[in-house]
């Protein structure tokens, strides 16, 4: 029997038929003549999305199995994969996988220009990752479906980085629907597309597309020994986990107080306010359950994606404007956003005393958990430590309590913390962001970053009990 790959950039499967389509300039000439024969519905799916298709190289150190953290200890590894724009501002929506422990990533766009793009929060169990790049122009934004009505035998269209050819298209149809997939015994995957459309290595992260030129499904495995058998996972599915990837309060500490729940048909795409917290800025806002929003700032709201990414990348406290319908009426509300309230220890909220053994210093208690936990005393390191680099900060470490286990990770006096699992540690809030969350099991080893001189490493860090005296 078979096994699955684990990684779409781990195992070959070349294409034995398909569609196979450079972009380029020849479309231009399809799209000068609306008449030519040659312009077909698929023709013109894809010259509609081409621009919103972002193709991903990166590169990272793979360490033999059992080594001690050492910069000599790994290899570097390029990696290849695709991304969809979700967003004008440059937040693109690619797999897990294209992006885990990467220490460089660089894109490139359909009009050829590269731009360095940098981690902006992921999700390892459904496979999903923002990354963000800071173009000087806004970007098309891929033309949203609806995977809830797809039709056995429908043509579909894959499109991405398959082995590093840039802008690869790719044609067949839906295989299979609601197919649940085990990758390995960390990895499965539930009620996925199945496409006999060319998925290869790279294709990663891309977009599966229906005849309109709508993304349904995101691509993400192959079959491993198979001939035409790739999977995506459905589009529906995915924006949810996008939703919350792309949080006014993962990207900026701010909160809305909102619960938003997707109604998607194929004749409806809205977002609904599933619950309002007490007290929350919403509440004060007077959203009410039920309300089907519209429009926040300038955004058209079809689903919590929408809505989120309309709060993001304002200042604490700015009010957007948020049009809901409420039975029959439109009705325009006031948000204003406010701090998010994280939670400071993985504990219970009750403060309890710690062992005597376990005392941060005098001088270095300023971060929860940090000394207990990780094992360090962090205080914030100056901008030349991280320069010549791909990272904005960092917390430089003034000192390593023995036996724990940043000690066993041979971090060292000296070293810049740079991040922490999928988030940067630019300040101390950062690191007690990570320390306090509510999931910080689930994250357990947990992935650090650290640049010492001038180079950068990651290792993973098994955390210590939170110890505490009743």
């Known amino acids: 029997m078979t096994q699955l790959t684990d990684k779409l950039g781990r195992t070959a499967m070349l294409a034995a038929a398909g569609l196979f389509a450079a972009f380029g300039p020849a479309c231009e000439t399809f799209a000068a003549n609306a008449d030519d024969p040659r312009l077909t519905p698929l023709v ?108 056995l035998g429908e043509t579909v269209i894959a499109v991405g980085n398959a082995f590093g ?46 005849l309109r030129g709508e993304v349904i499904g995101i691509n993400v495995a192959i079959r491993a020994g198979a001939q035409r058998i790739g999977f995506a996972i459905p589009i529906d599915d995915a924006r949810e986990v996008i939703s919350r990837l792309l949080s006014v309060e993962r990207i900026d500490g701010l909160e809305h107080g909102l619960e938003v729940e ?69 009705v325009e509300l006031e948000l204003k956003l406010a701090r998010a309230k994280r939670p400071t220890s993985v504990a219970s909220n009750t403060t309890r005393p710690r062992l005597p053994s376990q005392a941060e210093p005098a001088d270095g208690g300023s971060i929860p958990g940090a000394w207990i936990r990780l094992g360090v005393r962090l205080t914030p390191a100056a901008s030349s430590s991280v320069a010549g680099t791909r990272y904005r900060g960092g917390m430089r470490v003034t000192a390593v309590r023995p036996g724990s286990p940043a000690a066993r990770r041979n971090i060292r006096k000296g070293d810049v913390l740079v991040g922490l699992h999928i988030w940067e540690t630019i300040n101390a809030e950062n690191v007690s962001y990570v320390l306090g969350h509510p999931r910080l099991s689930s994250f357990n080893p947990l992935t650090f970053y650290i640049v010492r001189g001038r180079e950068t490493y990651h290792g993973q860090l098994s955390l210590a009990a939170q110890v505490a005296s009743r």
């Open 165 to 210: 050819y840039e802008g690869t298209v790719t044609a067949g149809i839906v295989s299979s629907l609601s197919r649940d997939v085990e990758v390995n015994e960390t990895q499965s995957y539930e009620d996925l597309i199945q496409t006999d459309a060319a998925i290869n290595p790279g294709n990663s992260g891309g977009p599966l597309l229906n």
């Open 44 to 151: 013109r799916a894809v010259q509609r999305v081409r621009a919103s298709v972002v193709d991903i190289h990166s590169e990272k150190t793979a360490y033999d199995e059992g080594s001690v953290f050492s910069p000599r200890a790994g290899r570097k590894v390029n990696g290849m994969g695709t991304g969809i724009v979700v967003d004008p501002r440059g937040y693109v929506v690619t797999n897990h996988h294209v992006v885990q422990d990467v220490e460089s990533l660089r894109t490139t766009l359909y009009d050829g220009s590269t731009h360095t793009a940098r981690v902006i929060s992921s999700d390892p169990a459904k496979d999903l990752a923002i990354i963000k790049i800071d173009p000087d122009f806004d970007l098309d934004v891929m033309p949203l479906g609806t995977s809830s009505d797809l039709l």
């Open 262 to 330: 997707d109604r998607k048909s194929p004749e409806i795409k809205e977002a609904i306010v599933k619950a309002v917290r007490p007290g929350s800025p919403a509440a004060d806002a007077a959203f009410e359950v039920g309300d089907v929003i519209v429009e926040a700032g300038d955004v058209s709201v079809v689903d919590g994606v929408d809505f989120e990414r309309a709060l993001i990348g304002h200042k604490t406290e700015a009010v957007r404007s948020v049009t809901v319908r409420r039975g029959e009426e439109l």
